[in-house]
């Protein structure tokens, strides 16, 4: 039998409202949720947000998006507009000094705005100044340092005019047992410090071989300083190693006169210390001193004799 739609609808209704009522006989529409209720459920959303990992850059700002209270929503980050200067201008080797005040971390960003520009050379002294006058930190040096040890193969040497050169001579004194080995090995390494002080520092060696230390299978001893030209000129500290391996023994000498170099800088100059060499020697002198040192030690080795004044 069927239900005549005049019926089937009222108890449609019926059913719904009965429902609905039963429902929410006992809820409170119009008094609002007290204090405690509200602070639980604003805890219960904040926990359901998700964290952002992201790390702000050091140098960027964060301001809240424009229009918005709320400050969970997305920041933007507004950077600094990097100041080029006059790139007509030839670079020196203190070029970007009176930047080091200002930090490493805007010299880096200076130093990639010049990259971008194709400038390397001026790129490549704002590296170097992060090292040897900024306050840097260990990310930020390790940074340069990979930016200098690409930009540097790819430019010439700075001083290219033999006679501008500062003279240094670096002195060994060893025994019989690499008499007959260790000038070709200096003759490399002459060359590969002029090198890597970019021609600013042209190297040359005294070989004293030592009659009293015996040819044997023990370690034997060198003995490594560096000086200027004169006779009187300045010298850096002796420093010494042992060997009786002649496959380490180019590796050894330039470890040491990396430290030699880097040493004298640290007494004679007010410059940051050059990054300790954690790896090869070679990229060490490469890299870690910066051209400007090199010149620097150039100079401590051969001081200017004071002008005499005409009477």
């Given at each position: 039998m069927r239900v005549p739609i005049y019926i089937a609808i009222p108890l449609s209704l019926l059913t719904i409202f009965l429902a609905w009522w039963i429902g929410t006989r006992e809820?409170?529409?119009?008094?609002?949720?007290?204090?405690?209720?509200?602070?639980?459920?604003?805890?219960?959303?904040?926990?359901?947000?998700?964290?952002?990992?992201?790390?702000?850059?050091?140098?960027?700002?964060v301001v809240p998006v424009p229009g918005s209270d709320d400050p969970l929503s997305d920041p933007l980050e507004i950077f600094e507009p990097v100041e080029i200067g006059d790139l007509s201008v030839p670079p020196t080797l203190d070029t970007y000094s009176d930047r080091a005040p200002d930090g490493a971390a805007k010299l880096l960003r200076l130093a990639a705005a010049l990259e971008n520009r194709g400038a390397f050379q001026r790129a490549l002294l704002a590296y170097e100044r992060v090292l040897d006058l900024s306050q840097s930190n260990p990310e930020q040096i390790q940074e340069a340092l990979l930016s200098i040890r690409q930009l540097r193969p790819t430019l010439v040497l700075w001083n290219t005019d033999a006679s501008k050169t500062h003279p240094a001579i670096i002195h060994i004194g060893t025994g019989e047992k690499f008499a007959a080995i260790i000038p070709v090995i200096l003759e490399e390494i002459t060359n590969d410090l002029r090198s890597a002080s970019s021609g600013l520092v042209g190297f040359s060696f005294k070989l004293n071989i030592g009659r009293s230390i015996q040819a044997t299978d023990a370690p034997t001893p060198v003995a490594l300083w560096i000086t200027g030209a004169g006779q009187d000129s300045p010298s850096t500290d002796v420093l010494s190693f042992t060997t009786n391996d002649p496959e380490s023994l180019r590796n050894d000498l330039l470890k040491t006169v990396f430290n030699l170099v880097r040493s004298h800088l640290t007494k004679a100059t007010s410059y940051n210390p050059a990054p300790e060499a954690v790896d090869e020697p070679l990229p060490a002198l490469k890299s870690n001193i910066t051209r400007l040192l090199w010149n620097e030690f150039g100079a401590s080795l051969n001081p200017k004799e004071p002008e005499k004044a005409d009477h």
């Open positions: 809820i409170d529409f119009l008094t609002p949720p007290s204090e405690a209720r509200l602070g639980a459920i604003r805890s219960e959303a904040l926990a359901s947000l998700p964290i952002s990992k992201s790390r702000k850059d050091a140098i960027s700002i």
